[in-house]
């Protein structure tokens, strides 16, 4: 089946480097594709875009079987908080993990949410959430917590 919708992410010329780290962090995960910008002006590149000249333009790629494309588009549009990226974790072993290869700023950890060393941000949550969130006061716990304990639900 063709997955219909591909999330786009755009980067300040570190798409490829991103791609790379995502595909090193995540099982069932590679790089399918890389496209480069032209070399020249005659191959299409306008003279203020010299300095792009064959650097990565696109990178696809896909995380946990999921397709994915990086685009290297300027500084013009950064991450926010607006759109994250969730992961389902068996057991807390599985939460550590990818919170400690996922969170690299932690002034913006909350309840589960961290932003990676590119500013996407990744909720890292255990796959019986709806369960856990039915347990007496676990919403002021979660409110509490920067990484998710589940045994302190």
């Known amino acids: 089946?063709?997955?219909?919708?591909?999330?786009?992410?755009?980067?300040?010329?570190?798409?490829?480097?991103?791609?790379?780290?995502?595909?090193?962090?995540?099982?069932?995960?590679?790089?399918?594709s890389v496209e480069y910008y032209p070399n020249s002006v005659e191959e299409g590149l306008a003279d203020f875009q010299l300095d792009l000249a064959g650097k990565p333009l696109a990178v696809e790629f896909e995380m946990l079987g999921m397709n994915f494309v990086g685009i290297n588009a300027g500084p013009e549009f950064t991450f926010s908080e607006a759109v994250s990226f969730s992961i389902s974790c068996k057991d807390q072993a599985e939460i550590d993990?990818?919170?400690?290869?996922?969170?690299?700023?932690?002034?913006?950890?909350?309840?589960?949410?961290?932003?990676?060393?590119?500013?996407?941000?990744?909720?890292?949550?255990?796959?019986?959430m709806g369960e856990l969130m039915k347990r007496p006061g676990a919403y002021a716990k979660m409110m509490q917590m920067k990484k998710l304990v589940i045994a302190d639900f």
């Open 97 to 128: 993990k990818y919170w400690a290869k996922l969170s690299a700023h932690p002034e913006n950890e909350q309840c589960g949410w961290c932003k990676d060393k590119f500013g996407l941000s990744w909720q890292i949550v255990p796959e019986n």
């Open 1 to 32: 089946m063709v997955q219909k919708i591909i999330p786009n992410l755009w980067f300040d010329g570190s798409a490829k480097e991103a791609a790379d780290y995502y595909v090193s962090v995540l099982p069932e995960s590679k790089i399918t």
